[in-house]
Structures are given as structure tokens and as C-alpha cells.
């Protein structure tokens, strides 16, 4: 399969710690990355290979993966964490990329 | 510090080719990574549609393959896509990206252009 998936929408409480997912066969085989993506923004890269930040991405964003799951968890969220994550991998034959459809996360 | 910048046409008729340009700043393009387009529609998710290696070789996405060329120009440090014979389902902002691949399991695009809004109507 070549499709990542991700749940629609979750909600997080300021301060708290929300864990969003990223299902997809591929991940067996090839690193899950993150992607944050604020309205009128170009996506920014938050977490690659299973668990590592690009220079200044705060440390609260943190990345895992178990079987053909990826995980990104934000512990303590900032009401600056609000947007859409995508999750992005290489598919099975390793010479595409595929997206998630997008997880939106809002801070209440 | 690597920038990219989309340019082209904001506006492409139905049938006709969309065509767009990549200028890459602060990293060679031909001293390696591979380069990638990206779109998504208006309210909706991103669509990976290929990418290109500095010495040529290119990989699309399989739904776009048979109207997908891009191509890479090391002597101008940039790379470029064309779409022909599009339609209002190609309306989107399309966007240029870095792809860090290792070339064994880890491939993620850490540098993105600031996309282009690129809308086909007549």
C-alpha cells in the first residue's frame, strides 16, 4: 500500500501533551517524517527520520515509531502549535513519496 | 542558508501546460539531494508529484506520471515542472522542495519554497 493514514482532528489542552499518528505500510521500511503547517504557510519540517529536529524546532516536538506506525507527540502545547501536521514518508517501492491527508490540531 | 523560490504564471487555461521554475539559493544543486514538487489544492492536503536527482533522473507520482515532465538546470541552480493539459482539478499552490533522502531509509523535504498559486480557468 501507498497511503499514509491520519486521524481527521484532535484537540489538546494548553499545557498538555497530544500524540497524533500516522499509519501506512511503508513505514515498515522507511522513516515517517512531520510536517507543521500554519494558514497561507508553506509546510515546515518539525521531525524526520523517526526522531530528529531540524535546527529550531523546539524540543517539545518529538517523534517515534513502532511497526508501520510513526508518531509525533507535542509535550506541553503552545497555543503556537495549532495547525495541520502531515505525515510523509518514501511509499514501499522506495522511489515515491507519499502524504498523510493531514491531522489538525487545535489547542483549546 | 538554502532558499527556494517558485515562479510562473499565476493563471494557465484548461488544455494548455503549466510551467513552473525553481531558483535554489545558498546550496548547489549539483553537488547533490534530490528536488521535488509538491501541491495542494485550496482547503485541502499536500500531493507529493516528483522529483529529480542533479543528474537527471526524476521519479513521479503514478496518477500524474503521463502529463508530469520535470527537469533540472545545474548551469542556472534551478529545476522546473510542467503539466500539460490541465484542468480546474490542477488548481492549487504548487510548491518546490529539498528532499534530504540518505539513500538507504530516511528522505524528508527540509526546505520549501514559499509555493505559488497557480489557478486554471479560462
Known amino acids: 500500500s501507498s497511503e499514509l493514514t491520519q486521524d481527521p482532528a484532535v484537540s489538546v489542552a494548553l499545557g498538555q501533551t497530544v500524540r497524533i499518528t500516522c499509519q501506512g505500510d511503508s513505514l515498515g521500511s522507511y522513516y515517517g517524517n512531520w510536517y507543521q503547517q500554519k494558514p497561507g504557510q508553506a509546510p515546515l519540517l518539525v521531525i524526520y527520520a523517526k526522531n530528529n529536529r531540524p535546527s529550531g524546532i523546539p524540543d517539545r516536538f518529538s517523534g517515534s515509531s513502532s511497526g508501520n506506525t510513526a508518531s509525533l507527540t507535542i509535550t506541553g502545547a503552545q497555543a503556537e502549535d495549532e495547525a495541520d501536521y502531515y505525515c510523509n514518508s518514501r511509499d514501499s517501492s522506495g522511489k515515491h513519496h507519499v502524504f498523510g491527508a493531514g491531522t489538525k490540531v487545535t489547542v483549546l | 542558508q538554502v532558499q527556494l523560490q517558485e515562479s510562473g504564471p499565476g493563471l494557465v487555461k484548461p488544455s494548455e501546460t503549466l510551467s513552473l521554475t525553481c531558483d535554489v539559493s545558498?546550496?548547489?544543486?549539483?553537488?547533490?539531494?534530490?528536488w521535488g514538487w509538491i501541491r495542494q489544492p485550496p482547503g485541502k492536503g499536500l500531493e507529493w508529484i516528483g522529483t529529480i536527482y542533479q543528474s537527471g533522473d526524476t521519479y513521479y507520482n503514478p496518477s500524474l506520471k503521463s502529463r508530469v515532465t520535470i527537469s533540472v538546470d545545474t548551469s542556472k541552480n534551478q529545476f522546473s515542472l510542467k503539466l500539460s493539459s490541465v484542468t480546474a482539478a490542477d488548481t492549487a499552490v504548487y510548491y518546490c522542495?529539498?528532499?534530504?533522502?540518505?539513500?538507504?531509509?530516511?528522505?524528508?523535504?527540509?526546505?520549501w519554497g514559499q509555493g505559488t498559486l497557480v489557478t486554471v480557468s479560462s
Open positions: 522542495a529539498r528532499d534530504n533522502w540518505n539513500g538507504y531509509d530516511s528522505s524528508a523535504y527540509d526546505y
Open positions: 545558498g546550496y548547489s544543486i549539483s553537488s547533490g539531494f534530490y
